[in-house]
């Protein structure tokens, strides 16, 4: 018998779900029912200095509010470090990841430096790409400044990286085969100074160990799903089929936020709207 397919809602406790989450997770719930699939629940609580109990209890409320069932147990990625570390620790065994020690004012001062000699890229969210000045340092003066507890992030070297994997590519619902670019990125932060792990490796990190065939996830995630394609070619993990569906946008037509409390889900259901007016407001049913 064919294996169940598996999704995922993967929320971050840094605030309280909105209308925009709500429709996520009403998608996967729905095609998980539509296809006999599983459908798990994962909190990305990896940004410790973020993330609050009280928003990881608020989303069990909210998710239950809304009707939807997911499987236990749920996983927590701030309980999961060691299986971060164990997959920087490939990609340090070949030679992909280097230590920058830079502070973001830091890296901030670089970037106005290169942009000083013409335009400087920006990666797809709009950020600058990183100038790549710790790739360059000597060994010894990498070995000193970690001997002596100075913090540092670890980035992927993208100019190495790419070689070892060719051409890559994922399968996106209603569009078919979607070629990755991974180099729009440039050299991306694997580990944070403040996190055993960045959002791109604990994402792919876990899909994996979960045993994720779809992911189902807002169109604002649509391009890092080349860095994860990348990581999974390096790392020789297995590639789920990809869903990124439209976004609720405010009045002024940007996403939305979780510092409006106008959306969020709470404020809605202490307004008296119901889960039906929830599916309504973002545009189910
Ligand atoms: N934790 C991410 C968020 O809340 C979603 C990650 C994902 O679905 O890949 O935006």
Redesign the pocket.
Known sequence: MAMPPVFRF???PNGYLHLGHALSALLNAEVARATGGRLLLRI?DIDVTRCRPEFEAAIYEDLAWLGIEWEQPVRRQSEHSDDYRAALQRLEAMDLIYPSFESRAEIAALVTECERQGPWPRDPDGAPLYPGTAREMPAEERARRIAAGEPYALRLNMAKALPRVGALSWQEAERGLVTADPAAWGDVVLARKDAPAS?HLA?TVDDTLQGVTD?V??RD?FHSTSVHRLLQSLLGLPVPRYRHHRLILDADGRKLSKSTAATALRQLRADGLTPADIRRRVGLD
């Open positions: 993967a929320p971050s990305e959002y994402v992911v996830r807002g995630l």
